[in-house]
């Protein structure tokens, strides 16, 4: 019977993607970007179903948005074009490449960084608590990361070292990095990143129904559980970076934060248990309790009732005028 069933290939290994882009008449469409757009839009429902169902106002967190979003993007590029300088400048570079953003190279620090500042300047602006934004979107944060990482592997890049795995990752020999041009299969670091990463989403999720995680403390532990994981699987890539001190600079970046992030967890913890109360005021898009309502420009209701009211004072002083002329007139004769 089973020499009957047909013969099924497994491939032993993750082939990659034959092309990452394609073309609708002059426009190119490139997989990269469309990870990164997914990213954005997957992260941005989370982070929006997390803040709503705390009481926040999901127009609110919106007009955040539009600042974090577009600061972030930025952010992520000037990180790579800084840390990597020398893929831009110098001698036989082209320094108008680093505004070549479809080609690659997003630093997650810069985007985290300045996507942070973009929200903090937006909830300075609306009165909203900065952390308790951070904490809503924490996770969604380590989702638009996954999807990112899928654009690394239609460009075929940020893989590990050469591996025999059955999971090992095929790399076109024109994207192999010198030295490696014998080798076919590599590490797909970025599946194993995008692996943990889905770990990390689970883990704030789990952790907030057991305890309240407030005051930043859920983008603390996005910090500290993502660089745990980042210091690893940075160290496996073998693309061409700058080191210090015998490590790869990514690697101390995710030493130093994920330090950081654990103090901050401790500290907020300790200073202000519980959560924010969200369901009211700015966040919630209420006026706060106390201020009066902008009366700048007067309501169409309001406008007829003053109008109503100086229409009738007219007719009683018509009134009285009259009143007074008859009782002049009654006197004199």
Not at 74 to 80: C, K, P, Q, S
Not at 210 to 236: C, D, P, S
Request: charged share 20%; aromatic share 12%; with cysteine.
């Amino acid at each position: 019977m089973s020499s009957l069933l047909p013969a099924v290939m497994v491939p032993a290994f993750i082939p990659s993607p034959s092309q990452g882009v394609w073309h609708l008449g002059p426009l190119p469409i490139r997989a990269y970007a469309l990870c990164i757009l997914a990213g954005i839009f997957a992260g941005y429902w989370l982070g929006r179903r997390r803040w709503v169902a705390r009481g926040g106002s999901a127009p609110v967190l919106a007009d955040i948005m539009f600042w974090a979003i577009p600061f972030g993007l930025i952010g992520a590029r000037i990180y790579h074009v800084i840390t990597d300088a020398e893929l831009y400048f110098g001698e036989g570079k082209h320094p108008i490449d680093a505004l070549k953003i479809w080609h690659g190279g997003l630093g997650v620090w810069g985007a985290v960084g300045f996507g942070a500042l973009g929200a903090w300047i937006a909830c300075r602006r609306a009165k909203v608590p900065f952390l308790a934004v951070a904490d809503a979107m924490a996770p969604g944060i380590a989702l638009a990361q996954i999807f990112g990482r899928f654009g690394n592997y239609f460009n075929q890049e940020l893989f590990g070292g050469p591996t025999t795995k059955p999971w090992g990752l095929e790399i076109a020999t024109d994207h192999r990095p010198a030295g490696y041009a014998d080798f076919a299969t590599f590490h797909p670091t970025f599946l194993y990143e995008a692996v943990w990463n889905l770990g990390v989403v689970a883990l704030i999720l789990l952790v907030e129904r057991r305890f309240k995680l407030g005051h930043g403390r859920a983008f603390f532990l996005y910090v500290a559980g993502y660089t745990a994981g980042r210091a690893w699987i940075e160290h496996m890539r073998i693309d061409t970076v700058n080191h210090f001190l015998g490590l790869r600079l990514n690697v101390w970046t995710a030493i130093i934060l994920f330090v950081l992030g654990v103090v901050a967890f401790v500290i907020s913890a300790k200073r202000y248990p519980g959560q924010e109360d969200i369901s009211s005021g700015p966040a919630a898009g209420k006026p706060v309790e106390g201020e009066e309502p902008d009366t700048a420009e007067p309501s169409a209701e309001k406008a007829d009732a003053e109008k109503a009211t100086d229409e009738t004072d007219a007719d009683d002083s018509d009134d009285s005028a009259a009143t007074t002329a008859k009782a002049n007139d009654g006197s004199s004769d």
